[in-house]
């Protein structure tokens, strides 16, 4: 009988995502992970695997967080910092015994290596609000399907088989989806299972070949066949004489035996290109550069600088988003009432491009220039390209300005008329003073044009 739409309706999910035979049992279908612990323990095994994994890890748990109100226009800016909730406090130091960057460190990890990562809350039943954050292993986790509801909740295995259940608001899961399992997530390392096992077994290869005196193997022909006597006596003195890089070349004294070379040696086997092509597929199934890793034998300072801006956008960014995500739907709701109309944010890891702000500033003031010199007036040109405000004209071209600089430059001229009117007494004018008269001329004794008229001369001038 078909599933009908008011069924569909109450049981929560239109279809059936795992058959009957699998509710309540965290082992129906595929929902059980063997593979995750091998993930987990190829970080350990692999240097390229476990440089990647450390480097996106550690850049993610040591960005900061805040909290806000959010705000009515919706606009991050118009948010207001939430400085004192009890969500914040728990984010900041999830259980006694781990920091926030650990705590996210942690199970970054987790979600890198297998696609997974389990927060478990610590409850106290007198309290509706969970009291401590915990990360658990990804191989230990199991989610109980449900063919109507499809969760029931969750099961976790401990190291001693002891299986623990869980509802669903004691856990919250990230993950990154896996396309052929709704409940399970996938990570790079499973896409890459076959290329991490070359490398573990050309790097063991390589280490066994130094342990066997450090040459290929071979073959002791002996032409009848040995007593067991015989035979121990001769592995015993060939390891003895042979055996380690110390005594590797020495010559070997065979009494019945001929040694025969094996056809294959290392060079035959490349393993220096293996591990070269390994570190590149599992930065591929990454998505990281090789100066992240610090390869910088063609590198820069300017593709370096912009390689850490690409990782932390195409990198960082992404694995923020997720937590983000799971802080505002499953964390925060934990609260109640008082964690309504909050929302946790993060800071912004991307560093800023200054050559591109220049850039920008550049063709934005270029941009501006030939609007206003085609007429858009300047304060409207540089509002619709984002420009600061900036004065125009000259600072006289105010009506109000030309007014004042008129006030101030003529202020001695209306002074005695201003203020009178305002009621204050003006200081009597000082009376003008009559210019002093030159000083009478006297002429100097040695100067010849200057010696006194004679009678005649005065004669002369009266006749």
Do not use: C
Request: charged share 25%; no cysteine; aromatic share 8%.
């Amino acid at each position: 009988m078909g599933r009908t739409l008011l069924g569909a309706l109450f049981n929560k999910v239109p279809v059936p995502y795992v058959g009957k035979h699998s509710a309540g049992s965290p082992h129906g279908g595929s929902f059980h992970r063997n593979d995750a612990e091998a993930q987990l323990r190829a970080m350990g095994q692999v240097g390229t695997l476990f440089s990647i994994v450390r480097r996106t890890s550690e850049a993610t748990s040591q960005v900061d967080w805040k909290l806000y109100r959010k705000s009515k226009s919706g606009l991050p800016e118009d948010r207001v910092e939430v400085t004192s909730h009890a969500a914040l406090d728990l984010w900041n130091k999830p259980n006694p015994f781990m920091t926030q960057q650990e705590f996210i460190e942690t199970f970054q990890q987790h979600l890198d290596l297998t696609g997974e990562g389990w927060w478990i809350t610590a409850r106290d039943p007198r309290l509706p609000v969970p009291l401590e954050l915990w990360p658990a292993r990804p191989d230990r986790m199991e989610p109980v399907p449900h063919p109507e509801e499809f969760l029931s909740g969750y099961v976790y295995r401990g190291p001693g088989g002891e299986l623990v259940p869980l509802e669903r608001d004691e856990v919250i899961f990230l993950r990154t989806p896996n396309p052929m399992d709704p409940y399970r997530g996938m990570g790079p390392v499973q896409s890459i299972l076959a290329d991490l096992d070359a490398t573990r077994y050309s790097a063991e290869w390589n280490k066994n070949f130094f342990l066997n005196s450090a040459e290929p193997g071979g073959i002791i022909e002996i032409p009848q066949a040995l007593s067991d006597e015989d035979f121990n006596q001769l592995r015993s003195r060939w390891n003895e004489q042979h055996r380690g890089v110390a005594n590797a070349h020495r010559v070997a004294l065979l009494e019945h035996g001929k040694w025969v070379d094996r056809k294959f040696t290392q060079r035959d086997m490349q393993f220096a290109e293996l591990r070269s092509v390994s570190r590149d597929v599992i930065r591929e199934a990454f998505g990281i550069s090789k100066a992240e890793l610090g390869v910088v034998e063609d590198v820069n300072r300017a593709n370096a600088e912009a390689g850490a801006a690409m990782f932390a956008l195409r990198l960082v960014v992404p694995r923020l988003e997720r937590i983000k995500q799971a802080l505002n739907t499953d964390f925060l709701p934990m609260f109640g009432a008082t964690g309504q109309g909050l929302e946790f944010d993060y800071v912004n890891p991307v560093p800023a491009d200054r050559e591109a702000d220049r850039e920008d500033l550049t063709s934005k003031a270029n941009a501006a220039k030939a609007l206003i010199e085609s007429g858009v007036y300047g304060p409207s040109a540089l509002k619709a390209l984002g420009l600061p405000e900036m004065d125009f004209g000259q600072p006289n071209a105010d009506p109000d300005r030309e007014l004042l600089v008129k006030l101030v430059t003529n202020a001695p001229t209306l002074a005695p008329l201003i203020l009178p009117l305002l009621g204050i007494e003006l200081p009597p004018p000082e009376p003008a003073v009559s210019p002093s008269p030159p000083p009478p001329f006297v002429p100097s004794p040695d100067d010849p044009t200057n010696e006194p008229e004679t009678a005649e001369d005065e004669t002369e001038d009266t006749g």
